[in-house]
């Protein structure tokens, strides 16, 4: 069988499944001590009694007692990735893994790997037929609006973010006006930010899975033309509007002469994650977001444990940089206990003289409760803070906080801030 005609035989392959997703997306197999299969998608797998399963729009429910076995996009979504980084790159590996993605109903995923071949070898035949792109001649064509043009010319097309690249991984959907070399490993880190996320934090937040709509993102090509909030000009998360069609979406951009990944992309991502994994996508009224610090000192936090070549995120340690450690310790001494009370909007709208200093302050407060000298309770005290404050809608009190941590927010001040001081003299 000649290679043309067994991706031919994919590209069949990979348009029967899609089909069989946009009725009802079954992918995850739930099995039972009496033999029987479930299909459908987790949704929630961290509840104490039962497990989630979402079969359309309906809930099914299965008491964990009952189930043996669970394999799911996730799953597989994590096994695409370690075989990846195992000879990354390996050309013929890296076709495999396009096939190997396809025969575990990893459409999305496969697709994006067939993107990155054709990115680094022009002419892998293979990765064209997957895509559904067009031999004519000696030129590989791609279908665009019922027409077949060059990839050079959809590169100058969707240059403009009128009309951008929309690529889906498993979980995302990104679309951006950068050349697609880009948009591709945006789309891949954002799969391991994924992966990352519920390995980290899936336990102790209960997260939920992302099933159904894929979460939107937004990254322009550079800051010049980026849609910002404000005058700072940095990168933003925008939940859904309760009353609005408006979809929640995360905005960034790169910089445009430089080969890394788009700006504080984690971050922004993460705060996308935290309101549909943690909050279950949440209609908000006035634009009011509930505990703001948390919300953002979490996401920066994340920002700094990822790293890596772009399209190949990693974790790695958290760690202090000096600039950011010196706002503090040698700034003004604001008290914690005002971080409890400054909304999302004064983090992203308000451009003042303390702006700075507060978002320093809500990241490194944020590391310290998660990975300081405090042992395991300033860790699930924070988390179980975040759940009440995202999931339970209850507001931003302080002396909520106080309860969670078993002692008052100012007490932590000094210690907080000898933290910091010793982190510095280490660097």
Known sequence: MTPLRFGWQLLAAAACIASLLAQDDLRDVVRLKNGQEVRGR????????????????????LPHAQVVAIDTVRDRTR???????????????????????LGKGLVALAHLQAMDIVL?????????TLLGHRLVGKRW??????????FEDLERFHADFGHPWRLEGEHFEVRSNATLRRVVDTALDLERL???????????????????????????????????????????????????NE??????????????????????????????TLADDPALQNGHRYCGWGEVGLAQYVERRLGGAPGRAQPKPWSLTIDEGRLITTGNEIGLQNLTH???????????????????????????????DRGTSARRGFLTYLVQGLRGAKGDSSTTFDELLGCKIETLDRPWRKWLTDLMAAL
């Open 42 to 61: 987790v949704f929630s797998r961290w509840l104490p009694t039962e497990l989630i399963v979402m079969q359309g729009g309906k809930r099914l429910r």
């Open 79 to 101: 096994e695409f990735f370690q075989l990846s980084d195992r000879l990354p790159d390996h050309a013929r590996h890296r076709w495999f893994l396009a096939e190997w993605a």
């Open 120 to 128: 680094r070898e022009p002419d892998h035949a293979e990765a064209h």
């Open 141 to 150: 064509l791609w279908p665009h609006n019922d027409e077949w043009r060059s």
């Open 194 to 244: 994924y992966l990352w996320w519920h390995e980290e934090f899936g336990e102790e937040l209960g997260l939920y899975e992302v099933v159904g709509t894929k979460l939107a993102v937004q990254v322009w090509r550079d800051r010049s033309s980026f849609n910002a909030l404000s005058s700072d000009g940095h990168p933003y998360f925008q939940h859904r509007m309760e009353g609005t």
């Open 247 to 276: 979809e929640a979406r995360c905005s960034t951009y790169f910089v445009a002469e430089s080969p890394e990944r788009p700006t504080r992309l984690f971050e922004v991502a993460t705060q996308h994650l935290l309101y549909r």
């Open 342 to 372: 400054r909304s999302v909007r004064q983090f992203h709208f308000v451009v003042a003289n303390d702006t700075q200093y507060m978002w320093a302050a809500a990241h490194l407060f944020t590391a310290y409760l998660l990975d300081g």
